[in-house]
């Protein structure tokens, strides 16, 4: 069993490529769900639909969010009766969102509703919210505090983030199928989603760090920063802002004494003792996903990566 934290488009990329070079049954995607909102009365899990679309093959190949080939009638009516419509949802992903909501009414869990999904959508993998509990994450920038969603899509990440707070973290408790995947894992890979509102939450859930230690399995991350940059998203921005360096050696501080080792793009080559300096293992390569042939090599490399690793 392989075992993969991930959140947003980068972490689904590698968890797309994880699903592809893996026995399809023997990986565990466990996601981040801090992101979730209300909108319209629906309940919107955007980094579990996320990862649940590519690895579906569904995901829209051009914004990495959203299905392919959606059409938007249903939110031009919504505009046209009055709505803000700067959340786009569109109508096959509408359908997602109506039969969570309802699921959740009815009394299922998140973990329960997400696990019909993938069974309906032929998943052969396990995809995991990291908890059943509601967790918000709230942005505190120089113009006020923004539930994520807010700061992120409706002001386009433009703001600078001073703090980060979990609200309802505290009630939030490893399931049963999180800690039963853990304790199987055969190596666990930190997806290269953003460290502080991606994987931050994961590993925020009690009992998560502890799991993670228990496992015994090798622990690694791939780096969401190369050349001081995120690739897509505010993560650069976000870590400077909190205080981090914007850099591979960065987020290998946030992950020390966590992971045993980590991945960084060529472009970070002359970090890597400065990073082993931290007791960390370190694999150079080409950490780019452009495609899915990249997606499906740096997967490979990554697995292969964590045997050496092994404890």
Same mark, same amino acid.
Do not use: K
């Given at each position: 069993m392989i075992v993969a934290l991930a959140g947003g488009v980068g972490g689904a990329k590698l968890a797309q490529g994880l699903y592809r070079v893996l026995p399809p049954d023997t990986l565990? !995607?466990?996601?981040?769900? @801090?992101?979730? %909102?209300? /909108?319209?009365? /629906?309940?919107?899990?955007?980094?579990? +639909? $996320? !990862? *649940?679309?590519?690895l579906a093959g569904l995901a829209n190949p051009v914004t990495g969010w959203g299905v392919v080939d959606e059409s938007?009638?249903?939110?031009? *009516?919504?505009?046209?009766?009055?709505? &803000?419509?700067? %959340? #786009?949802?569109?109508?096959?992903?509408?359908?997602t969102h109506v039969a969570r909501? +309802?699921?959740?009414?009815?009394? =299922?869990?998140?973990? &329960? !509703?997400?696990?019909? %999904?993938?069974?309906?959508?032929?998943?052969? @993998?396990?995809?995991?919210? *990291?908890?059943? @509990?509601?967790?918000? $994450?709230?942005?505190?920038?120089? =113009?006020?505090?923004? &539930?994520?969603? &807010?700061? %992120? !899509?409706?002001? #386009?990440?433009?703001? =600078?983030?001073r703090g980060i707070e979990l609200r309802g973290i505290e009630q939030a408790q490893l399931t049963s199928p999180v800690r039963a995947a853990l304790a199987a894992a055969q190596a666990v890979v930190i997806c290269p989603s953003n460290p502080i509102v991606s994987i931050g939450p994961i590993l925020a859930v009690s009992g998560m760090r502890a799991a993670l230690h228990q496992t015994g399995a090798p622990v690694v991350a791939v780096s969401p920063i190369v050349g001081g940059k995120a690739l897509r998203g505010p993560a650069d921005r976000m870590l400077a802002g909190l205080g981090h360096e914007p850099s591979a050696l960065g987020v290998a501080r946030i992950y020390a004494g966590l992971i045993d080792g980590l991945v960084i793009d060529q472009a970070d080559a002359e970090q890597r003792a400065a990073i082993e300096a931290l007791g960390l293992r370190v694999l150079v390569t080409d950490a780019v996903m452009r495609d899915e042939e990249d997606r499906r090599r740096l997967a490979e490399e990554t697995l292969a990566f964590a045997r050496e690793c092994a404890r």
């Open positions: 565990t !995607v466990i996601v981040n769900t @801090a992101d979730d %909102f209300e /909108l319209w009365g /629906l309940h919107i899990s955007p980094d579990l +639909d $996320t !990862v *649940m679309y590519t938007w009638q249903a939110l031009a *009516m919504l505009r046209r009766y009055g709505y &803000e419509t700067w %959340f #786009q949802i569109g109508d096959r992903d509408l359908a909501s +309802d699921w959740l009414r009815q009394g =299922a869990s998140l973990t &329960e !509703v997400t696990q019909r %999904f993938t069974r309906a959508l032929g998943l052969r @993998a396990q995809l995991l919210p *990291m908890c059943d @509990a509601p967790v918000r $994450t709230l942005v505190d920038t120089p =113009a006020g505090r923004f &539930e994520f969603q &807010e700061y %992120f !899509v409706r002001r #386009q990440h433009r703001d =600078a983030v």
